[in-house]
Protein backbone atom coordinates (compact mmCIF):
# COMPACT_ATOMS: atom_id res chain seq x y z
CA UNK A 1 0.00 0.00 0.00
CA UNK A 2 1.57 3.20 -1.28
CA UNK A 3 1.82 6.20 1.94
CA UNK A 4 0.14 9.27 0.26
CA UNK A 5 -1.43 12.48 1.55
CA UNK A 6 -4.47 13.36 -0.47
CA UNK A 7 -6.34 16.80 -0.40
CA UNK A 8 -9.90 17.18 -1.33
CA UNK A 9 -10.53 20.39 -2.29
CA UNK A 10 -14.76 21.05 -2.35
CA UNK A 11 -16.48 24.55 -3.02
CA UNK A 12 -19.54 25.19 -0.38
CA UNK A 13 -23.34 25.68 -2.10
CA UNK A 14 -21.41 26.56 -5.21
CA UNK A 15 -23.39 28.11 -7.67
CA UNK A 16 -25.42 29.72 -5.27
CA UNK A 17 -22.09 31.08 -3.43
CA UNK A 18 -21.47 32.77 -6.82
CA UNK A 19 -24.94 34.34 -7.38
CA UNK A 20 -24.84 35.51 -3.46
CA UNK A 21 -21.06 36.94 -4.00
CA UNK A 22 -21.71 38.90 -7.57
CA UNK A 23 -25.01 39.91 -5.43
CA UNK A 24 -24.62 41.19 -2.48
CA UNK A 25 -28.19 42.22 -1.77
CA UNK A 26 -28.77 38.54 -1.62
CA UNK A 27 -25.88 37.71 1.16
CA UNK A 28 -27.63 35.87 3.69
CA UNK A 29 -30.95 34.93 1.57
CA UNK A 30 -32.20 31.61 0.95
CA UNK A 31 -30.87 31.50 -2.58
CA UNK A 32 -31.61 28.85 -5.20
CA UNK A 33 -30.10 27.99 -8.43
CA UNK A 34 -31.89 25.73 -11.06
CA UNK A 35 -33.23 25.41 -14.26
CA UNK A 36 -33.06 27.52 -17.18
CA UNK A 37 -34.95 31.28 -16.87
CA UNK A 38 -35.91 29.50 -13.27
CA UNK A 39 -38.45 27.87 -14.56
CA UNK A 40 -37.72 24.11 -15.69
CA UNK A 41 -36.53 20.96 -13.62
CA UNK A 42 -34.37 20.92 -10.62
CA UNK A 43 -32.75 22.89 -8.15
CA UNK A 44 -29.04 22.55 -9.26
CA UNK A 45 -27.57 23.94 -5.89
CA UNK A 46 -28.72 25.74 -2.75
CA UNK A 47 -27.55 28.52 -0.28
CA UNK A 48 -26.57 27.33 3.24
CA UNK A 49 -29.99 29.57 3.47
CA UNK A 50 -31.95 27.91 1.90
CA UNK A 51 -31.02 24.46 2.46
CA UNK A 52 -32.46 25.25 6.48
CA UNK A 53 -36.31 24.84 4.65
CA UNK A 54 -35.30 21.63 3.10
CA UNK A 55 -34.28 22.40 -0.58
CA UNK A 56 -31.65 20.57 -1.42
CA UNK A 57 -29.35 19.72 -5.32
CA UNK A 58 -31.67 17.50 -8.12
CA UNK A 59 -35.09 18.51 -5.98
CA UNK A 60 -37.96 19.54 -8.28
CA UNK A 61 -37.76 23.30 -8.25
CA UNK A 62 -41.82 23.31 -8.05
CA UNK A 63 -40.79 21.55 -4.57
CA UNK A 64 -38.37 24.11 -3.79
CA UNK A 65 -40.81 26.77 -4.09
CA UNK A 66 -43.02 25.26 -1.98
CA UNK A 67 -40.74 24.56 0.92
CA UNK A 68 -39.13 27.86 0.73
CA UNK A 69 -41.87 30.66 -1.04
CA UNK A 70 -39.41 33.32 0.02
CA UNK A 71 -36.44 31.83 -1.50
CA UNK A 72 -34.72 33.73 -4.44
CA UNK A 73 -34.73 31.08 -7.76
CA UNK A 74 -31.79 32.06 -9.99
CA UNK A 75 -31.58 30.38 -13.42
CA UNK A 76 -27.93 28.55 -14.16
CA UNK A 77 -25.54 30.65 -15.34
CA UNK A 78 -22.98 28.15 -16.39
CA UNK A 79 -20.41 29.82 -17.85
CA UNK A 80 -19.70 32.31 -14.81
CA UNK A 81 -19.49 29.51 -12.45
CA UNK A 82 -17.03 27.40 -15.48
CA UNK A 83 -14.70 30.80 -15.12
CA UNK A 84 -14.52 30.21 -11.38
CA UNK A 85 -13.91 27.07 -11.92
CA UNK A 86 -10.71 27.59 -13.81
CA UNK A 87 -9.50 30.30 -11.13
CA UNK A 88 -10.28 27.78 -8.68
CA UNK A 89 -8.06 25.19 -10.52
CA UNK A 90 -5.34 27.32 -11.15
CA UNK A 91 -4.86 27.98 -7.42
CA UNK A 92 -4.52 24.14 -7.01
CA UNK A 93 -2.40 23.66 -9.31
CA UNK A 94 -0.02 26.09 -7.41
CA UNK A 95 0.56 23.02 -5.28
CA UNK A 96 1.08 19.91 -7.76
CA UNK A 97 0.58 18.96 -10.66
CA UNK A 98 -1.64 15.91 -8.92
CA UNK A 99 -4.93 17.72 -9.52
CA UNK A 100 -8.03 15.52 -10.07
CA UNK A 101 -10.93 17.52 -10.61
CA UNK A 102 -14.04 15.75 -9.90
CA UNK A 103 -16.58 18.25 -11.42
CA UNK A 104 -16.53 21.83 -11.26
CA UNK A 105 -16.41 23.01 -7.97
CA UNK A 106 -13.82 19.80 -6.62
CA UNK A 107 -10.66 18.16 -7.01
CA UNK A 108 -8.51 16.10 -5.63
CA UNK A 109 -4.78 16.70 -4.83
CA UNK A 110 -1.85 14.07 -4.51
CA UNK A 111 0.24 16.50 -2.05
CA UNK A 112 2.67 13.93 -0.67
CA UNK A 113 5.49 15.05 -3.01
CA UNK A 114 4.31 18.92 -2.09
CA UNK A 115 5.50 18.73 1.08
CA UNK A 116 9.06 19.14 1.30
CA UNK A 117 8.16 22.79 -0.69
CA UNK A 118 5.06 23.88 0.72
CA UNK A 119 5.36 22.95 4.12
CA UNK A 120 2.61 19.42 5.72
CA UNK A 121 -0.68 18.87 4.09
CA UNK A 122 -2.10 20.64 6.44
CA UNK A 123 -0.64 23.95 6.01
CA UNK A 124 -1.19 23.63 2.68
CA UNK A 125 -5.11 22.51 3.15
CA UNK A 126 -5.17 26.20 5.01
CA UNK A 127 -3.44 28.28 2.37
CA UNK A 128 -6.09 26.77 -0.46
CA UNK A 129 -9.18 28.01 1.67
CA UNK A 130 -7.46 31.14 2.25
CA UNK A 131 -6.27 31.50 -1.16
CA UNK A 132 -10.24 30.90 -2.25
CA UNK A 133 -11.26 33.59 0.19
CA UNK A 134 -9.13 36.19 -0.65
CA UNK A 135 -8.67 35.75 -4.30
CA UNK A 136 -12.39 34.48 -5.19
CA UNK A 137 -14.27 35.51 -2.66
CA UNK A 138 -15.85 32.17 -1.90
CA UNK A 139 -15.31 29.37 0.62
CA UNK A 140 -13.86 25.76 0.27
CA UNK A 141 -14.13 23.02 2.53
CA UNK A 142 -10.90 21.22 2.85
CA UNK A 143 -10.52 17.50 4.02
CA UNK A 144 -7.06 15.53 4.22
CA UNK A 145 -5.96 12.15 4.74
CA UNK A 146 -4.22 9.35 3.42
CA UNK A 147 -6.35 8.24 0.71
CA UNK A 148 -8.99 9.98 -1.36
CA UNK A 149 -11.99 8.19 -0.71
CA UNK A 150 -11.31 9.36 3.08
CA UNK A 151 -10.30 13.02 1.90
CA UNK A 152 -13.93 13.26 0.04
CA UNK A 153 -15.66 11.99 3.22
CA UNK A 154 -13.37 14.40 4.87
CA UNK A 155 -14.13 17.66 3.34
CA UNK A 156 -17.89 17.18 3.45
CA UNK A 157 -17.61 16.48 7.12
CA UNK A 158 -17.70 20.18 8.46
CA UNK A 159 -19.11 22.11 5.47
CA UNK A 160 -20.19 24.88 5.09
CA UNK A 161 -15.66 26.49 5.60
CA UNK A 162 -14.86 23.19 6.68
CA UNK A 163 -11.51 21.75 7.64
CA UNK A 164 -11.05 18.31 8.57
CA UNK A 165 -7.90 16.14 9.16
CA UNK A 166 -7.98 12.31 9.09
CA UNK A 167 -4.43 11.13 10.12
CA UNK A 168 -3.12 7.64 9.04
CA UNK A 169 -3.80 5.66 12.14
CA UNK A 170 -7.25 7.53 12.69
CA UNK A 171 -9.07 6.14 10.02
CA UNK A 172 -11.53 4.04 12.07
CA UNK A 173 -12.17 6.37 14.68
CA UNK A 174 -13.53 8.79 11.90
CA UNK A 175 -15.53 6.10 10.12
CA UNK A 176 -17.56 3.97 13.10
CA UNK A 177 -20.38 6.41 13.26
CA UNK A 178 -20.67 7.64 9.76
CA UNK A 179 -23.79 7.00 8.21
CA UNK A 180 -23.36 3.81 5.59
CA UNK A 181 -24.47 6.31 2.68
CA UNK A 182 -21.79 8.40 2.99
CA UNK A 183 -19.59 6.09 1.80
CA UNK A 184 -18.75 7.22 -1.82
CA UNK A 185 -20.96 4.75 -4.07
CA UNK A 186 -23.35 3.20 -1.00
CA UNK A 187 -26.74 4.40 -3.16
CA UNK A 188 -30.34 4.56 -1.52
CA UNK A 189 -30.99 0.71 -2.36
CA UNK A 190 -27.63 -0.36 -1.16
CA UNK A 191 -28.09 1.86 1.52
CA UNK A 192 -31.80 0.00 2.44
CA UNK A 193 -30.01 -3.19 2.05
CA UNK A 194 -27.94 -2.85 4.74
CA UNK A 195 -30.20 -1.34 6.71
CA UNK A 196 -32.19 -4.65 6.81
CA UNK A 197 -29.18 -6.39 7.99
CA UNK A 198 -29.02 -3.76 10.84
CA UNK A 199 -26.37 -1.93 9.61
CA UNK A 200 -26.40 2.42 9.74
CA UNK A 201 -23.41 3.06 10.25
CA UNK A 202 -19.45 2.03 8.41
CA UNK A 203 -18.42 0.52 11.82
CA UNK A 204 -21.28 -1.84 11.90
CA UNK A 205 -20.27 -2.34 7.78
CA UNK A 206 -16.57 -3.21 9.03
CA UNK A 207 -17.91 -5.90 11.55
CA UNK A 208 -18.87 -7.71 8.55
CA UNK A 209 -16.66 -10.57 6.65
CA UNK A 210 -15.18 -9.89 3.57
CA UNK A 211 -17.59 -13.59 2.89
CA UNK A 212 -20.53 -11.96 3.92
CA UNK A 213 -20.30 -8.82 1.86
CA UNK A 214 -19.27 -10.69 -1.15
CA UNK A 215 -22.58 -12.94 -0.49
CA UNK A 216 -24.78 -9.54 -0.25
CA UNK A 217 -23.34 -7.57 -2.88
CA UNK A 218 -21.19 -9.08 -4.90
CA UNK A 219 -17.55 -7.93 -5.82
CA UNK A 220 -18.89 -4.55 -4.68
CA UNK A 221 -19.18 -5.89 -1.26
CA UNK A 222 -15.64 -6.72 -1.53
CA UNK A 223 -15.11 -3.15 -2.56
CA UNK A 224 -17.29 -1.98 0.59
CA UNK A 225 -15.31 -4.04 2.59
CA UNK A 226 -11.94 -2.16 1.89
CA UNK A 227 -13.79 1.01 1.99
CA UNK A 228 -15.51 0.39 5.60
CA UNK A 229 -11.77 -0.01 6.95
CA UNK A 230 -10.72 3.27 5.27
CA UNK A 231 -8.47 1.28 2.64
CA UNK A 232 -8.47 2.45 -1.11
CA UNK A 233 -5.45 2.84 -3.23
CA UNK A 234 -6.82 4.56 -6.30
CA UNK A 235 -4.05 7.34 -7.04
CA UNK A 236 -4.71 10.58 -8.07
CA UNK A 237 -5.16 11.18 -11.88
CA UNK A 238 -3.73 14.33 -12.77
CA UNK A 239 -5.67 16.45 -15.15
CA UNK A 240 -2.89 17.36 -18.11
CA UNK A 241 -3.14 13.14 -18.05
CA UNK A 242 -6.84 13.18 -18.74
CA UNK A 243 -8.39 13.36 -22.19
CA UNK A 244 -11.73 12.78 -23.69
CA UNK A 245 -12.72 10.65 -26.69
CA UNK A 246 -16.17 11.87 -28.77
CA UNK A 247 -17.75 11.51 -31.84
CA UNK A 248 -20.31 13.36 -33.38
CA UNK A 249 -22.68 13.69 -36.02
CA UNK A 250 -24.68 16.67 -38.39
CA UNK A 251 -27.90 15.14 -39.79
CA UNK A 252 -28.24 15.58 -43.34
CA UNK A 253 -31.80 17.01 -43.08
CA UNK A 254 -32.74 17.99 -38.66
CA UNK A 255 -34.74 15.21 -37.57
CA UNK A 256 -37.20 13.85 -34.54
CA UNK A 257 -37.52 10.62 -35.37
CA UNK A 258 -36.90 8.31 -32.15
CA UNK A 259 -35.50 5.22 -33.66
CA UNK A 260 -33.25 7.20 -35.60
CA UNK A 261 -32.00 9.36 -32.89
CA UNK A 262 -31.21 6.38 -30.78
CA UNK A 263 -29.96 4.48 -34.00
CA UNK A 264 -27.33 7.29 -34.22
CA UNK A 265 -26.52 7.45 -30.11
CA UNK A 266 -25.50 3.72 -30.74
CA UNK A 267 -23.66 3.82 -33.50
CA UNK A 268 -21.60 7.28 -32.16
CA UNK A 269 -21.37 5.01 -28.75
CA UNK A 270 -20.15 1.92 -30.65
CA UNK A 271 -17.32 4.13 -32.02
CA UNK A 272 -16.63 5.59 -28.86
CA UNK A 273 -16.47 2.24 -27.42
CA UNK A 274 -14.23 1.24 -30.06
CA UNK A 275 -11.92 3.87 -29.65
CA UNK A 276 -11.83 3.46 -25.43
CA UNK A 277 -10.67 0.31 -25.86
CA UNK A 278 -8.30 0.60 -28.86
CA UNK A 279 -6.26 2.59 -26.33
CA UNK A 280 -7.04 0.03 -23.31
CA UNK A 281 -8.85 2.85 -21.25
CA UNK A 282 -12.06 3.06 -19.69
CA UNK A 283 -14.07 6.20 -19.17
CA UNK A 284 -16.20 7.62 -15.83
CA UNK A 285 -17.84 9.97 -17.27
CA UNK A 286 -20.15 9.57 -19.96
CA UNK A 287 -21.60 13.00 -22.05
CA UNK A 288 -23.92 13.86 -25.01
CA UNK A 289 -24.13 16.84 -27.39
CA UNK A 290 -27.35 18.15 -28.54
CA UNK A 291 -27.84 20.71 -30.67
CA UNK A 292 -31.19 21.59 -32.20
CA UNK A 293 -32.49 22.75 -34.93
CA UNK A 294 -32.47 26.80 -34.17
CA UNK A 295 -28.69 26.10 -33.29
CA UNK A 296 -29.55 25.91 -29.42
CA UNK A 297 -26.44 23.68 -28.08
CA UNK A 298 -26.97 21.37 -24.72
CA UNK A 299 -24.37 19.72 -22.85
CA UNK A 300 -25.21 16.72 -20.06
CA UNK A 301 -22.71 14.42 -18.74
CA UNK A 302 -23.36 11.84 -15.69
CA UNK A 303 -20.38 11.16 -14.49
CA UNK A 304 -20.16 6.87 -12.93
CA UNK A 305 -18.06 5.47 -10.29
CA UNK A 306 -17.42 1.97 -12.13
CA UNK A 307 -15.52 3.05 -15.04
CA UNK A 308 -17.29 2.02 -18.29
CA UNK A 309 -15.83 0.93 -21.97
CA UNK A 310 -18.48 -1.24 -23.46
CA UNK A 311 -20.47 0.17 -25.98
CA UNK A 312 -23.64 -0.58 -24.41
CA UNK A 313 -23.14 1.26 -20.92
CA UNK A 314 -21.67 4.09 -23.16
CA UNK A 315 -25.40 4.30 -25.10
CA UNK A 316 -27.49 3.64 -21.72
CA UNK A 317 -26.22 6.76 -20.10
CA UNK A 318 -26.12 8.68 -23.55
CA UNK A 319 -29.92 7.58 -24.14
CA UNK A 320 -30.88 8.05 -20.49
CA UNK A 321 -29.33 12.31 -20.71
CA UNK A 322 -30.61 12.74 -23.83
CA UNK A 323 -34.25 11.69 -22.56
CA UNK A 324 -34.49 14.67 -20.15
CA UNK A 325 -33.13 17.03 -22.33
CA UNK A 326 -35.52 19.50 -23.10
CA UNK A 327 -36.23 19.62 -27.09
CA UNK A 328 -39.08 22.31 -27.11
CA UNK A 329 -40.77 20.10 -29.90
CA UNK A 330 -37.67 21.11 -31.67
CA UNK A 331 -35.38 18.88 -33.91
CA UNK A 332 -32.47 17.86 -33.70
CA UNK A 333 -29.55 18.83 -36.01
CA UNK A 334 -26.63 17.64 -34.09
CA UNK A 335 -25.81 14.64 -31.90
CA UNK A 336 -22.65 13.57 -30.01
CA UNK A 337 -21.63 11.68 -27.30
CA UNK A 338 -18.38 12.00 -25.15
CA UNK A 339 -16.06 10.04 -22.91
CA UNK A 340 -13.98 11.87 -20.65
CA UNK A 341 -12.53 11.16 -17.19
CA UNK A 342 -10.39 8.43 -18.75
CA UNK A 343 -8.51 6.13 -17.12
CA UNK A 344 -6.12 2.79 -17.19
CA UNK A 345 -8.48 0.00 -16.33
CA UNK A 346 -5.62 -1.65 -14.39
CA UNK A 347 -6.10 -3.05 -10.42
CA UNK A 348 -10.02 -1.68 -11.23
CA UNK A 349 -11.09 -4.80 -12.87
CA UNK A 350 -12.49 -6.26 -9.34
CA UNK A 351 -15.24 -3.34 -10.08
CA UNK A 352 -16.35 -5.82 -13.14
CA UNK A 353 -18.58 -8.29 -12.99
CA UNK A 354 -17.67 -11.56 -14.42
CA UNK A 355 -20.47 -10.96 -17.27
CA UNK A 356 -18.56 -7.70 -17.91
CA UNK A 357 -15.58 -9.51 -18.64
CA UNK A 358 -17.68 -11.55 -20.80
CA UNK A 359 -18.95 -8.80 -22.64
CA UNK A 360 -15.53 -6.80 -22.85
CA UNK A 361 -14.14 -10.18 -25.07
CA UNK A 362 -17.22 -10.47 -27.11
CA UNK A 363 -17.25 -6.53 -27.65
CA UNK A 364 -13.33 -7.01 -28.70
CA UNK A 365 -14.30 -9.63 -31.19
CA UNK A 366 -17.04 -7.54 -32.63
CA UNK A 367 -14.24 -4.01 -32.89
CA UNK A 368 -11.85 -6.94 -35.61
CA UNK A 369 -14.88 -7.62 -37.28
CA UNK A 370 -15.52 -4.45 -37.92
CA UNK A 371 -12.34 -3.22 -38.84
CA UNK A 372 -11.87 -5.83 -41.16
CA UNK A 373 -15.46 -6.01 -42.85
CA UNK A 374 -16.28 -2.23 -41.96
CA UNK A 375 -18.30 -0.09 -39.79
CA UNK A 376 -21.82 -1.41 -40.70
CA UNK A 377 -20.94 -5.35 -40.43
CA UNK A 378 -22.15 -5.71 -37.36
CA UNK A 379 -25.14 -3.33 -35.57
CA UNK A 380 -25.72 -4.28 -32.28
CA UNK A 381 -29.57 -4.99 -31.48
CA UNK A 382 -29.57 -2.45 -28.88
CA UNK A 383 -29.16 0.29 -31.13
CA UNK A 384 -32.34 -0.80 -33.16
CA UNK A 385 -34.32 -1.70 -30.45
CA UNK A 386 -38.02 0.32 -30.80
CA UNK A 387 -37.82 2.63 -28.02
CA UNK A 388 -41.27 3.43 -26.91
CA UNK A 389 -39.55 2.59 -23.49
CA UNK A 390 -41.19 4.03 -20.38
CA UNK A 391 -39.87 7.59 -20.26
CA UNK A 392 -39.56 7.48 -16.15
CA UNK A 393 -37.60 4.22 -16.20
CA UNK A 394 -34.59 5.23 -13.88
CA UNK A 395 -31.38 6.70 -15.40
CA UNK A 396 -29.52 3.55 -13.55
CA UNK A 397 -31.44 0.79 -15.14
CA UNK A 398 -28.70 -1.72 -16.50
CA UNK A 399 -25.94 -0.13 -13.96
CA UNK A 400 -24.15 -0.71 -10.63
CA UNK A 401 -25.86 0.29 -7.92
CA UNK A 402 -22.36 2.27 -7.51
CA UNK A 403 -22.74 3.72 -11.29
CA UNK A 404 -24.40 7.39 -11.25
CA UNK A 405 -23.13 9.87 -8.63
CA UNK A 406 -23.38 13.04 -10.18
CA UNK A 407 -24.42 14.93 -13.00
CA UNK A 408 -23.41 18.11 -14.48
CA UNK A 409 -25.60 20.04 -16.81
CA UNK A 410 -24.40 23.05 -19.11
CA UNK A 411 -26.20 24.77 -21.92
CA UNK A 412 -26.18 27.65 -24.56
CA UNK A 413 -24.65 28.05 -27.70
CA UNK A 414 -21.01 27.18 -27.99
CA UNK A 415 -18.69 29.63 -29.83
CA UNK A 416 -17.86 26.79 -32.31
CA UNK A 417 -21.60 26.62 -32.66
CA UNK A 418 -21.51 29.49 -33.96
CA UNK A 419 -18.87 29.84 -36.25
CA UNK A 420 -20.23 26.29 -38.12
CA UNK A 421 -23.42 28.71 -37.99
CA UNK A 422 -21.80 31.32 -40.06
CA UNK A 423 -20.52 28.84 -42.26
CA UNK A 424 -23.45 26.80 -43.15
CA UNK A 425 -24.74 23.30 -42.43
CA UNK A 426 -22.80 21.43 -43.92
CA UNK A 427 -22.69 17.23 -42.94
CA UNK A 428 -19.93 16.19 -40.59
CA UNK A 429 -18.94 13.18 -39.00
CA UNK A 430 -16.28 14.07 -36.45
CA UNK A 431 -13.81 11.80 -33.92
CA UNK A 432 -11.67 13.39 -31.83
CA UNK A 433 -9.06 12.33 -28.94
CA UNK A 434 -7.92 16.27 -26.82
CA UNK A 435 -6.66 17.02 -24.18
CA UNK A 436 -8.79 17.77 -21.48
CA UNK A 437 -8.28 21.54 -21.25
P1 LIG B 1 -21.84 20.03 -4.90
O1 LIG B 1 -20.41 20.26 -4.52
O2 LIG B 1 -22.36 18.64 -4.76
O3 LIG B 1 -22.79 20.95 -4.04
P2 LIG B 1 -22.63 22.47 -3.64
O4 LIG B 1 -21.28 22.99 -3.95
O5 LIG B 1 -23.78 23.23 -4.22
O6 LIG B 1 -22.87 22.41 -2.09
P3 LIG B 1 -21.89 21.79 -0.98
O7 LIG B 1 -21.55 22.92 -0.07
O8 LIG B 1 -22.70 20.73 -0.31
O9 LIG B 1 -20.69 21.23 -1.68
O10 LIG B 1 -22.06 20.46 -6.39
C1 LIG B 1 -21.37 21.55 -6.96
C2 LIG B 1 -22.25 22.23 -7.96
O11 LIG B 1 -22.67 21.31 -8.96
C3 LIG B 1 -23.51 22.79 -7.36
O12 LIG B 1 -23.32 24.08 -6.81
C4 LIG B 1 -24.45 22.77 -8.52
C5 LIG B 1 -24.00 21.60 -9.36
N1 LIG B 1 -24.89 20.43 -9.11
C6 LIG B 1 -25.96 20.23 -9.97
O13 LIG B 1 -26.13 20.94 -10.95
N2 LIG B 1 -26.81 19.19 -9.72
C7 LIG B 1 -26.66 18.36 -8.63
O14 LIG B 1 -27.48 17.45 -8.43
C8 LIG B 1 -25.57 18.59 -7.75
C9 LIG B 1 -25.37 17.72 -6.55
C10 LIG B 1 -24.72 19.65 -8.03
MG1 LIG C 1 -19.62 21.85 -3.37
MG1 LIG D 1 -18.78 19.15 -5.35
Same mark, same amino acid.
Given at each position: ????????????????????? !?????????????????? @????? &???????????????????? @??????????????????????????????????????????????????? &???????????????????????????????????????????????????????????????????? +???????????? !?????? =????????????????????????????????????????????????????????????????????? @????????????????????????????????????????? !????????????????????????? =?????????????????????????????????????????????????????????? +?????????? $????????????????????????? $??? $?????
Amino acid at each position: MTTRTIIHVDMDAFYASIEQR !DNPSLAGKPVIVGGVGGQ @RGVVS &AASYEARRYGVHSAMPLKKA @RALCPEGVFLPVDMEKYEAVSRQLRSILCSYTPLVEPLSLDEAFLDVTASI &ALFGDAEKIGREIKDRVRNELNLTASVGIAPNKFLAKIASDYRKPDGFVVIQPGGEADFLRDLPVYKV +YGVGKVMARRLG !DHGIET =VGRLAEMSREHLRRLFGKQGEHLYELSRGIDDNPVIAEAEAKSISQETTFDVDIDNNDELRRTFARLSD @RVGARLREEGLVSKTVGIKVRLADFTTMHRERTLLDPVSSD !DQILSVAWNLFRAVPLGGQKVRLLG =VVASSLEHPSGQLHLFSEQGEKNCKAMRTIDNIRRKFGDTAIERASGLRPTGENRDRP +YDKGLSPFSP $THEKEAEGETAKGRRRKAKGNKRDE $TAK $TKPRS
